[in-house]
Nanobody, 121 residues
């Protein structure tokens, strides 16, 4: 049974930082394209960042230069370092795993339960 468990969300002030973690189990982690998505209240879930093992990370334009995606195959984990946070970064952040690369929600096979990030102005 595949499980993705996010942690690290919380409240931050604009300009501050947070680091999200996602622990994966029940899958061959190095074989999966891993990504982060977020969903603001009343809006659709959107792509944030993703990468293959050992590959170049892809970022949404809205987070380029501020967020950093990383993964640790030894720990079956991915991370999202979020710096220079803005109020519009507020939302529930989801970890996801896919067998092929892609930015669309429908591309992903497994999802975590999400972790709330709130950025105050």
């Amino acid at each position: 049974q595949v499980q993705l468990v996010e942690s690290g969300g919380g409240l931050a002030q604009a300009g501050g930082s947070l680091r999200l973690s996602c622990a994966a189990s029940g899958l061959t982690f190095s074989d999966y394209y891993m990504g982060w998505f977020r969903q603001a209240p009343g809006k659709l879930r959107v792509f944030v960042a993703a990468s293959w093992s050992g590959g170049t990370s892809t970022y949404a334009d809205s987070v380029k230069g501020r967020f950093t995606f990383s993964r640790d195959n030894a720990k079956n984990a991915i991370y999202l370092q979020m710096d220079s946070l803005k109020p519009e970064d507020t939302g529930v952040y989801f970890c996801a795993a896919a067998k092929r690369s892609g930015l669309g929600v429908s591309n992903y096979d497994y999802w975590g339960q999400g972790t709330q990030v709130t950025v105050s102005s």
